[in-house]
């Protein structure tokens, strides 16, 4: 039977109960000004400078001034492709520029993997890399909101290229979005999930067993680059349990694995999609956004101290949240499933994984989410995206 909430209070009991005791939407808030710009004294903003004050702060990424160092590691890197095993092998490893290879602080990733005949040559990958790499970190630093009414030309398409649908041009009636929570297993939602046009499930998240609670039908991976990386290691880049055929799409969180999506598109049988590095920018700046947000409206603090209570080098969204934002782009109507948590379900339903990783803000993204189907019209990044938001739907 189907069970849909406006919002999935009961799943979030914990973190929603304390965000909806806040008030500073009906008040006053004071913030230093010296934590916005460069002199001191302080002054009241209502609510909507607020907002527009938390929107220019977080269309700067986390983590840009490591991330540019990184990435000019990585272009400038020495990339070294060669045949082991009599053949049967082969690795590529990156070597940081001006290091002696044999020391280990000057290998900047390895990937070992079975040899195929379908993979680059070797004189092809150095260039091919660092094309790559060099296209998506442009686009990353260009903060355009804009790119969500491009998705179906740079996601939906390929995808129903692949499956011999025909080119309409328009979004998918119904998507589902599969999370990974244990609060799954507290309902049977498969029939209902298989029921959609398209179900786009997370990081190679298994069914097998679980069909009943989760559904047997995938027609979209979306994984990050962690788990792209383990797919790559193995023959074929197999890369989850949906079958050889089921597209993937992935984002990069890691700028290294570009040597991953390297070798895993020339071998994959269906499409193998990296998000555009405007997309994963974008996303980035709506979880700053609603955790900055969350951040001065439970503490009172200026904005500018926000960086003491998050690792801004490790900040990052989670997959299940740039899969949102995916669907929102792609599809008329989205159904949400396995988002949220309670004190008695694990983190994932398939693992005995209890705890949260420390480098997502949760309550931040579970904001968004409040926001998603109550009042789209408030999210200042969608206002601007060129699309209309779909209606959202939780279920638990």
Known sequence: MKSSLRFPFVLLVLVVAALSCRSIAHRRVRVTLGSLYDDGGEVELDQEALNQTLFLLSAAEPGAAW???????????????????????????????????????????????????????????????????????????????????????????????????????????????????????????????????????????????????????????????????????????????????????????????????????????????????????????????????TFVEETGNPPAMWGKFHDAEMFHYSSGMQAVVLALGICDKVSIFGFGKSPEAKHHYHTNQKAELDLHDYPAEYEFYRDLVERPQAIPFLRDAGIKVPPVSFYH
């Open 67 to 293: 991330l540019q160092q990184n990435v000019a590691d990585l272009l400038s890197a020495n990339l070294e492709s060669i045949d082991i095993a009599g053949g049967r092998y082969r690795q590529i490893s990156l070597w940081r520029g001006g290091a002696d290879r044999g020391e280990r602080s000057a290998l900047m990733g390895r990937l070992r993997f079975p040899s195929r005949l379908e993979h680059p040559e070797h004189s092809q990958v150095s260039p091919e890399f660092r094309r790559l790499l060099s296209d998506w970190f442009v686009n990353r630093r260009q903060f355009r909101p804009e790119v969500m009414s491009e998705l179906i030309d740079r996601i939906k398409r390929p995808i129903d290229r692949s499956y011999g649908y025909p080119d309409t041009g328009r979004p998918y009636a119904t998507c589902a979005v599969v999370g990974n929570s244990g609060i799954l297993l507290n309902a049977e939602h498969g029939d209902l999930i298989d029921g959609h046009d398209l179900v786009i499930r997370l990081n190679n998240a298994r069914i097998a067993g679980y069909q009943r609670h989760v559904g047997a039908k995938t027609s979209l991976s979306f994984i990050n680059s962690n788990v792209l990386h383990s797919c790559a290691v193995r023959d074929g880049c197999f890369c989850h349990p949906y079958g050889d055929f089921v597209p993937i799409v992935f984002y990069a969180c890691q700028a290294a694995h570009f040597v991953e999506y390297l070798i895993c598109n020339s071998t994959h049988k269906s499409p193998l999609l990296a998000t555009d590095g405007q997309f994963d920018a974008l996303c980035a700046g709506i979880v700053k956004y609603y955790s900055l947000k």
